[in-house]
């Protein structure tokens, strides 16, 4: 079994940078890929970025123009999105996921666990 559990949204100015946490609870950290997905008020949810188990592929969604980095970290069973430049668009709640699979995908239906969710307002 995985629990996911997000941490550091918050409210911040646009322009502002702000780093969202993933702590992963399990023993499969080092062998499942990860992903963070949003869901805007109104709007489907969205994919954001996803990390291989190794950490060395990621992916990002075309939206986000180089503004978000993705990393995690083996040791501290942490999965990262720091977010720079952020736009009143990227209010959102932003889940962490995580597949049982080395690979990375963008599809939330490849995820098998999902965090609770950490909220994000970027104030115009």
């Known amino acids: 079994q995985v629990q996911l559990v997000e941490s550091g949204g918050g409210l911040v100015q646009t322009g502002e940078s702000l780093r969202v946490s993933c702590t992963v609870f399990?023993?499969?950290?080092?062998?499942?890929?990860m992903g963070w997905f949003r869901r805007a008020p109104g709007k489907e949810r969205e994919f954001v970025a996803t990390?291989?188990?190794?950490?060395?592929?990621?992916f990002y969604g075309d939206f986000l123009k180089d503004r978000f980095i993705i990393s995690r970290d083996n040791t501290k069973n942490m999965v990262y999105l720091q977010m720079n430049a952020l736009k009143s668009e990227d209010t959102a709640t932003y889940y962490c996921?995580?597949?049982?699979?080395?690979?990375?995908?963008?599809?939330?239906?490849?995820?098998?666990?999902w965090g609770q969710g950490t909220q994000v307002t970027v104030s115009p």
């Open positions: 399990g023993n499969l950290f080092n062998i499942i890929a």
């Open positions: 990390i291989s188990a190794s950490g060395g592929t990621t």
């Open positions: 996921a995580a597949r049982t699979e080395r690979v990375t995908s963008i599809r939330a239906s490849d995820y098998d666990y």
